[in-house]
């Protein structure tokens, strides 16, 4: 009976122990899942994570491009084979124009203005005339605004937004150029014609530079920054006479 009872001892013990083992294994396998859902989680917190941070800096990026200008100017850096000596630009006229349009376009997409023209002075005639300038493509009826002023405008020093801005060497942002007077704004009957309404004149060395449009662009001094940055590089370019 001894050997009977120690048996039927072991033997459950034996059960015990495995039904131990069993409920070990459960629990380890249950901690091991949760573990493994925690590191998962956490490897998923940190992509997020680290996917929103370069979204901010991308955008980040973008803001201060459309703001500020390019940190590298990426027009002159494309044409910088134009440069020699004290940076002239005189060696290729027709890759200097290309250069001119390339950043007066750059403006007028990012900026919303649809053309830009450089008004150049004469000194002995007191003259501004419109050396080249830039219109976006099917721009409508401000193409035929733009053309008239190219072909039949030429401003004395101190009239119409680009003489007074070659006298004064100001700035001068007008967001109605339709509603002036035609003592302050000659073009006013062809500005009413084709829907122009924005006008900004900018003095450079040799002159004017003037961006339209015909929305309603509010004055803005990021605006004025950026052109500053983009076309700083057209100053060696505009005061060559050659192309």
């Not at 300038?133 to 008239?148: E, H, Q, V």
């Not at 119409?160 to 070659?166: K, M, N």
Request: charged residues 20%; aromatic residues 10%; proline residues 4%.
């Amino acid at each position: 009976m001894e050997v009977t009872h120690s048996a039927f001892t072991i033997a459950q013990a034996t059960e015990t122990k495995s039904e131990e083992d069993c409920e070990d294994w459960d629990n380890w396998s249950t901690e091991r899942e949760s573990d493994s859902a925690t590191s998962h989680g956490g490897v998923d917190e940190s992509h997020e994570s680290f996917s929103n941070t370069v979204d901010s800096l991308l955008q980040e990026s973008l803001n201060s491009f459309l703001d500020e200008g390019p940190i590298l100017h990426p027009i002159e850096h494309q044409y910088s084979e134009l440069k020699g000596g004290n940076s002239s630009f005189s060696s290729n006229p027709q890759s200097t124009r290309d250069f001119v349009a390339d950043c007066l376009s750059l403006v007028c997409e990012c900026k919303g203005f649809e053309y830009s023209i450089v008004w150049e002075i004469d000194n002995k005639l007191g003259l501004l005339t419109a050396k080249t300038g830039y219109y976006i493509p099917g721009c409508g009826k401000i193409k035929t605004f733009y053309n008239s002023s190219m072909t039949l405008r030429a401003f004395p020093l101190g009239l119409e937004i680009p003489g007074r801005v070659a006298y004064s060497g100001q700035v001068e942002w007008c967001d109605h150029v339709h509603e002036e007077a035609v003592c302050r704004f000659h073009r006013v009957n062809e500005a009413k014609m084709y829907g122009v309404q924005t006008v900004l004149g900018i003095p450079i060395a040799c002159g004017v530079l003037e961006f339209g449009s015909s929305q309603k662009i509010p004055q803005c001094p990021q605006i004025l920054r950026y052109i500053h940055n983009v076309c700083k590089p057209l100053l060696y370019c505009l005061q060559d006479s050659t192309w």
